[in-house]
T-cell receptor, first 117, second 111 residues
Framework: DAGVIQSPRHEVTEMGQEVTLRCKPISGHNSLFWYRQTMMRGLELLIYFNNNVPIDDSGMPEDRFSAKMPNASFSTLKIQPSEPRDSAVYFC???????????????FGPGTRLLVL | QKEVEQNSGPLSVPEGAIASLNCTYSDRGSQSFFWYRQYSGKSPELIMFIYSNGDKEDGRFTAQLNKASQYVSLLIRDSQPSDSATYLCAVNNQAGTALIFGKGTTLSVSS
């Protein structure tokens, strides 16, 4: 199993530019999560999808952030325009959510390290 | 605001000792509890999950849950330098659809 795949692994961009992060969840998983991690704030949940439908986007910091999941095998997180304070590691995670509780385990991708200059 | 609290550390223990990591949570409706380990520069990886009050053992790791006190802990026996990492406690929301993570405790095991 390939695990959760994220791209790019590293991104350096200038303030004001558009940034698109990509994620491919584990095949068969029906839930996908986008997190942001910084030293100050720890791991923050930005948004999550269940069966491709956004369930809770209350963690999205501003309207500059948007996320889509057009199908079960692909999701994007877009920041437009980017700002230096968006610099962080962005993780995507997936899980299978069903009736049995042991299917809530989330598996994380390797992350995208974003630096906005 | 649902919260998961952890002591940020660092927690320093000598090799071979028992490391005890603690976590409290605010939502009494939480049913599932997870411990993730994160090495520096890497992504979180699951160590253990626990659903029922009491202890759950897996090798050198033991998770302990006390729902009445809203407290979950992770014990690492015979700590090794390779256990040096940040340990994240996570608790599910009432719908069971998402996890709430603590900020993590940094563990340092010295040889």
């Amino acid at each position: 199993d390939a695990g959760v795949i994220q791209s790019p692994r590293h991104e350096v961009t200038e303030m004001g530019q558009e940034v698109t992060l990509r994620c491919k969840p584990i095949s068969g998983h029906n839930s996908l999560f986008w997190y942001r991690q910084t030293m100050m704030r720890g791991l923050e949940l930005l948004i999550y999808f269940n069966n491709n439908v956004p369930i809770d986007d209350s963690g999205m910091p501003e309207d500059r952030f948007s996320a889509k999941m057009p199908n079960a095998s692909f999701s994007t997180l877009k920041i437009q325009p980017s700002e230096p304070r968006d610099s962080a590691v962005y993780f995507c995670a997936s899980s299978f959510w069903g009736r049995t509780r042991n299917q809530e385990t989330q598996y994380f991708g390797p992350g995208t390290r974003l630096l906005v200059l | 605001q649902k919260e998961v609290e952890q002591n940020s550390g660092p927690l320093s223990v000598p090799e071979g000792a028992i490391a005890s990591l603690n976590c409290t949570y605010s939502d009494r409706g939480s049913q599932s509890f997870f411990w993730y380990r994160q090495y520096s520069g890497k992504s979180p990886e699951l160590i253990m999950f626990i659903y029922s009050n009491g202890d759950k053992e897996d090798g050198r790791f033991t998770a302990q849950l006390n729902k009445a006190s809203q407290y979950v802990s992770l014990l690492i026996r015979d700590s090794q330098p390779s256990d040096s990492a940040t340990y994240l406690c996570a608790v599910n929301n009432q719908a069971g659809t998402a996890l709430i993570f603590g900020k993590g405790t940094t563990l340092s095991v010295s040889s």
